[in-house]
């Protein structure tokens, strides 16, 4: 499965727009790109999923280019509430969804 | 019903004691999966049940036994623990191709 660096951690305010991006150079053919979200002493809750171009749903924006080396998760109007790690990974669908979860990005949301 | 469940929420046993982690889930998921979560540290993968058989062990110690005994339920068995098994213990579970929807965990502590 391919590696995925992303920055460490960032901060914001509330109501900006809250861009991260993740690299991942060896990303296969059959591989999706998939961001969850975790808070403190809770599981990873899935956010957004992607294959290439663009993904949007109620929460989240996916940007992927053509090449698909990278990726850019979009939060808009980041609240306090979105205070936490953001994991970028890449998994592989065969029967089951295998899942290498890398450092994440810790996302700081000041008032 | 798109939730996880994992009993108990917290656990501390002796470095002697036999315990038990459970994990249920009502979406009809084929796959279910045991993460194991270090303070301040990505989930890593442990074991990956796909059609009730086992799939992956991330080369996990012995004294970690997971069970599926069907297609809703997943027990992690516990014995001989360490200190440094402490930790959050996540249990997931997902269809093919789609997300993996995460239980809360369970907290164990091994004294």
């Known amino acids: 499965l391919a590696k995925t660096t992303q920055p460490i951690s960032m901060d914001s305010y509330e109501g900006q727009e809250v861009n991260i991006t993740c690299s991942h150079n060896n990303i296969a053919t059959n591989d999706y790109i998939t961001w969850y979200q975790q808070f403190p002493s809770q599981g990873p809750r899935f956010i957004i999923q992607g294959y290439k171009t663009k993904v949007t749903n109620e929460v989240a924006s996916l940007f992927i280019p053509a090449d698909r080396k990278s990726s850019t998760l979009s939060l808009p109007r980041v609240s306090l509430s979105d205070t936490a790690v953001y994991y970028c990974?890449?998994?592989?669908?065969?029967?089951?969804?295998?899942?290498?979860f890398g450092a994440g990005t810790r996302l700081a949301v000041h008032p | 019903d798109t939730e996880v469940t994992q009993t108990p929420k917290h656990l501390v046993m002796g470095m002697t004691n036999k315990k038990s982690l459970k994990c249920e889930q009502h979406?009809?998921?084929?796959?279910m999966y045991w993460y194991k979560q270090k303070a301040k540290k990505p989930p890593e993968l442990m074991f990956v049940?796909?059609?009730?058989?086992?799939?992956i062990n991330e080369s996990v110690p012995s004294r970690f036994s997971p069970e599926c005994p069907n297609s809703s339920l997943l027990n992690l068995h516990l014995h001989a623990l360490q200190p440094e098994d402490s930790a959050l213990y996540l249990c997931?579970?997902?269809?093919?191709?789609?997300?993996?929807?995460f239980g809360p965990g369970t907290r164990l502590t091994v004294t």
């Open positions: 997931a579970s997902s269809s093919d191709y789609y997300e993996q929807y």
């Open positions: 049940y796909s059609y009730e058989k086992l799939s």
């Open positions: 990974l890449v998994s592989f669908s065969g029967g089951y969804n295998k899942l290498i």
């Open positions: 979406m009809g998921h084929r796959a």
